[in-house]
């Protein structure tokens, strides 16, 4: 079964320090992720990505946000300056269709900032 | 809010029993999904339900779909140890395509 890899599984930054988070969606799949799941709190969208720009954004995904697909293959989420309220499980997904389908979500890569 | 909000918070069955959340949500959606995530990893995606549609099944999975009500179930017949997890709604409104999750129900299946 395909699946949507992301690395690290975890990584610990200080605060202040810039972040890359990466992920390879399925291949044949279009639209591309990342959401965000503080502990103990509810998932929440941070961006779309659609035909190498976003499509869409929440308030989360400020300046210090930025996404990225270097390539054919990877999909980067970076954070510039990391803060402690950053600390949280980041899950990229993908998808065929907008919406019209199930999201294939990757296993999350948990950051901690300290 | 879009979001969809899950009842109840935590729920603990005995093997082979049914396990039975609901979800209710504010504004009129495409479709709701329903996910399951185990402790520290990743959400899998159950089932898919489109507004348009009442009732889906997927192996020991039921979802019924109430836009009049705005809510939705999830049914687990024939509980497992291994059905232990949480378990989201996300829905997806007619404006954007974001999934809206709610806070989830963790399930608790006793051997």
């Known amino acids: 079964e395909p699946e949507v890899t992301q690395t690290p599984s975890h990584q610990v930054t200080q605060m202040g320090q810039e972040v890359i988070l990466r992920c390879v969606p399925i291949s044949n799949h279009l639209y591309f992720y990342w959401y965000r799941q503080i502990l103990g709190q509810k998932v929440e969208f941070l961006v779309s990505?659609?035909?190498?720009?976003?499509?869409?954004k929440s308030e989360i995904f400020d300046d210090q946000f930025s996404v990225e697909r270097p390539d054919g293959s990877n999909f980067t989420l970076k954070i510039r300056s990391t803060k402690l309220e950053d600390s949280a499980m980041y899950f990229c997904?993908?998808?065929?269709?907008?919406?019209?389908?199930?999201?294939?979500f990757g296993s999350g890569t948990r950051l901690t900032v300290v | 809010s879009q979001q969809g909000e899950e009842d109840p918070q935590a729920l603990s069955i005995q093997e082979g029993e049914n396990a039975t959340m609901n979800c209710s949500y504010k504004t009129s959606i495409n479709n709701l999904q329903w996910y399951r995530q185990n402790s520290g990893r990743g959400l899998v995606h159950l089932i898919l339900i489109r507004s348009n549609e009442r009732e889906k099944h997927s192996g020991r999975l039921r979802v019924t779909l109430d836009t009049s009500k705005k809510s939705s179930s999830l049914l687990i017949t024939a509980s497992r140890a291994a059905d232990t997890a949480s378990y989201f709604c996300?829905?997806?409104?007619?404006?954007?395509?974001?999934?809206?999750f709610g806070a989830g129900t963790t399930v608790t299946v006793r051997a």
């Open positions: 996300a829905t997806v409104s007619h404006n954007d395509y974001k999934l809206s």
């Open positions: 990505f659609y035909n190498n720009e976003i499509s869409e």
């Open positions: 997904a993908s998808s065929e269709a907008h919406g019209y389908y199930g999201y294939t």
